[in-house]
């Protein structure tokens, strides 16, 4: 294989990591601002000196971020639950509009229905007067039952046992006469139905004509009901029009006090994120741990610092020089950061350490593969420009994220060069933030530092054995 087809191979695998690195970040939305503060809580960068007023300020911010949290659940719910009311009071109307005309309808028929029963209580009445009459004509002709068998007994007498063929012809039909009229019973039960029957006409003409008694008195009450209830429902109609507009003046009103908790929710959200970070130590609370912090801008200082000085020493090409170079560059990071930063732990530093050494690698690597593409001088312009251009990007995205959001597009571009995630990495050592962004930052710089050593490792090699195969010739 030759040489430059290693460096270009060597090269293009150096991006691997970076780009791996950035499409972990963006799929998973690691911001770099949680390598100083926790997605529930955002927060500026920390503050290169922090103050028990800061911490007191970030507590309170806390608070009422928590409280103006519950607000906008509580309201949340009001507008949903106004929503729903708004939803069943908007057929409201219709429903009362209905029972209005059902009460109407109502109305009108009791009204006929008491044209009606007066009208049978008029003929109920009449139907009364001549059962009555026809009774006591009934029960008055079993008084003349007696009378009429003792004149026929007194007649029968008087004939006797005379043989006349007309009399005895007519005595015949005298006692017929006598027996049927014997017959008639209309005394004892059939005089208690007759009269009962003659009581029960009355008494229903007397319910469906006469005031004063229950059915009449019934009929009459329902219709006034009725015609109470039409006019009520009626008169309320006009008040169910205006408590439905009550319920939607409810509902907009509900909404905008939601949009106000959901702004206010949002503005010490706000407040948050431009307040800097405290932090402690891993365990305690800000009361009572000791206050950890380190700026980013301090972070992306040392790492452009480390980063340039590795470049440097990959350029040399030489080995023993980048052996030199990454304790050198990595001690000398390690006495800024803790000149700098607050707080500073012995756990902090090792992983500030490893961070710097595999960042100076990379650096170191990276120039070499350039070195070995583009040739010494073409190498050498392509590696100041692309430091500059990461230093200005990288720097432009960082101090933005001090104190606001970045969009995802410009933290993707950041996050395709090694100086992003040497800065994420010492940012969340140097403030014991989320464990995510510094696993990521060694993965990519490590993998960066791994691909850089071993491609220069082969590409060595490789020029040995060219060299042994020319002196061979």
Same mark, same amino acid.
């Given at each position: 294989?030759?040489?430059?087809?290693?460096?270009?191979?060597?090269?293009?695998?150096?991006?691997?990591?970076?780009?791996?690195?950035?499409?972990?970040?963006?799929?998973?939305?690691?911001?770099?601002?949680?390598?100083?503060?926790?997605?529930?809580?955002?927060?500026?960068? %920390?503050? !290169?000196?922090?103050?028990?007023?800061?911490?007191?300020?970030?507590?309170?911010?806390?608070?009422?971020?928590?409280?103006?949290? $519950?607000?906008?659940?509580?309201?949340?719910?009001?507008?949903?639950?106004?929503?729903?009311?708004?939803?069943?009071?908007?057929?409201? %109307?219709?429903? $009362?509009?209905?029972?209005?005309?059902?009460?109407? @309808?109502?109305?009108?028929?009791?009204?006929?229905? &008491?044209?009606?029963?007066?009208? +049978?209580?008029?003929?109920?009445?009449?139907?009364?007067?001549?059962?009555?009459?026809?009774?006591?004509?009934?029960?008055?002709?079993?008084?003349?039952?007696?009378?009429?068998?003792?004149?026929?007994?007194?007649?029968?007498?008087?004939?006797?046992?005379?043989?006349?063929?007309?009399?005895?012809?007519?005595?015949?039909?005298?006692?017929?006469?006598?027996? &049927?009229?014997?017959?008639?019973?209309?005394?004892? !039960?059939?005089?208690?139905?007759?009269?009962?029957?003659?009581?029960?006409?009355?008494?229903?003409?007397?319910?469906?004509?006469?005031?004063?008694?229950?059915?009449?008195?019934?009929?009459?009450?329902?219709?006034?009901?009725?015609?109470?209830?039409?006019?009520?429902?009626? @008169?309320? &109609?006009?008040?169910?029009?205006?408590?439905?507009?009550?319920?939607?003046?409810?509902?907009?009103?509900?909404?905008?006090?939601?949009?106000?908790?959901?702004?206010? &929710?949002?503005?010490?959200?706000?407040?948050?994120?431009?307040? %800097?970070?405290?932090?402690?130590?891993?365990?305690?609370?800000?009361?009572?741990?000791?206050?950890?912090?380190?700026?980013?801008?301090?972070? +992306?200082?040392?790492?452009?610092?480390?980063?340039?000085?590795?470049?440097?020493?990959?350029?040399?090409?030489?080995?023993?020089?980048?052996?030199?170079?990454? %304790?050198?560059?990595?001690?000398?990071?390690?006495?800024?950061?803790?000149?700098?930063?607050?707080?500073?732990?012995?756990?902090?530093?090792?992983?500030?350490?490893?961070?710097?050494?595999?960042?100076?690698?990379?650096?170191?690597?990276?120039?070499?593969?350039?070195?070995?593409? $583009?040739?010494?001088?073409?190498?050498?312009?392509?590696?100041?420009?692309?430091?500059?251009? @990461?230093?200005?990007?990288?720097?432009?995205?960082?101090?933005?994220?001090?104190?606001?959001?970045?969009?995802?597009?410009?933290?993707?571009?950041?996050?395709?060069?090694?100086?992003?995630?040497?800065?994420?990495?010492?940012?969340?050592?140097?403030?014991?933030?989320?464990?995510?962004?510094?696993?990521?930052?060694?993965?990519?710089?490590?993998?960066?530092?791994?691909?850089?050593?071993?491609?220069?490792?082969?590409?060595?090699?490789?020029?040995?054995?060219?060299?042994?195969?020319?002196?061979?010739?």
């Amino acid at each position: 294989m030759s040489p430059s087809l290693r460096n270009w191979m060597t090269a293009f695998m150096l991006l691997v990591p970076l780009i791996l690195g950035a499409t972990v970040a963006a799929v998973t939305s690691l911001d770099p601002a949680r390598s100083w503060s926790s997605a529930d809580e955002p927060a500026a960068a %920390p503050a !290169p000196v922090p103050t028990t007023e800061l911490v007191d300020a970030r507590r309170a911010a806390g608070e009422a971020g928590a409280q103006a949290g $519950f607000l906008a659940t509580g309201t949340g719910e009001l507008k949903d639950g106004v929503a729903e009311m708004r939803s069943g009071a908007e057929a409201l %109307p219709q429903q $009362f509009a209905e029972a209005v005309t059902g009460a109407q @309808q109502l109305h009108q028929g009791l009204i006929e229905l &008491q044209a009606g029963v007066g009208q +049978l209580g008029t003929g109920a009445n009449d139907i009364a007067d001549g059962v009555g009459n026809a009774v006591d004509q009934v029960i008055g002709f079993g008084a003349l039952q007696g009378q009429l068998l003792g004149t026929l007994d007194a007649t029968l007498e008087e004939i006797g046992d005379t043989e006349d063929p007309v009399l005895v012809e007519a005595r015949a039909r005298l006692l017929e006469l006598r027996g &049927q009229v014997e017959m008639i019973r209309l005394d004892g !039960p059939l005089a208690d139905q007759l009269q009962a029957l003659k009581d029960g006409s009355r008494d229903l003409a007397n319910q469906l004509g006469v005031p004063g008694y229950a059915f009449h008195d019934g009929v009459y009450s329902a219709t006034r009901g009725a015609q109470d209830l039409s006019y009520g429902l009626t @008169q309320a &109609q006009g008040g169910v029009d205006e408590a439905v507009a009550g319920v939607e003046k409810l509902d907009e009103g509900a909404q905008r006090i939601d949009d106000m908790a959901t702004r206010t &929710q949002d503005r010490i959200g706000d407040v948050q994120r431009a307040l %800097p970070a405290t932090m402690t130590a891993a365990g305690e609370t800000e009361a009572e741990g000791e206050i950890l912090g380190l700026s980013p801008m301090f972070a +992306l200082l040392i790492a452009s610092l480390a980063l340039i000085g590795g470049a440097f020493a990959g350029a040399t090409r030489r080995w023993w020089v980048l052996a030199a170079a990454v %304790p050198a560059l990595t001690a000398a990071g390690l006495i800024l950061l803790w000149l700098v930063g607050v707080g500073a732990t012995t756990q902090t530093l090792a992983w500030s350490a490893l961070v710097l050494a595999l960042g100076v690698l990379a650096s170191a690597t990276a120039t070499r593969a350039l070195l070995g593409v $583009f040739g010494v001088v073409g190498g050498s312009l392509s590696a100041a420009v692309l430091g500059l251009v @990461q230093l200005g990007l990288v720097g432009w995205v960082w101090r933005n994220l001090t104190t606001a959001e970045v969009s995802g597009a410009w933290q993707i571009v950041a996050n395709l060069s090694p100086l992003s995630w040497a800065t994420a990495g010492l940012t969340t050592a140097g403030n014991d933030a989320s464990p995510g962004v510094l696993w990521l930052a060694l993965g990519v710089l490590g993998g960066m530092a791994v691909v850089g050593l071993v491609g220069g490792a082969l590409d060595r090699q490789g020029a040995q054995k060219d060299a042994v195969a020319v002196e061979a010739l």
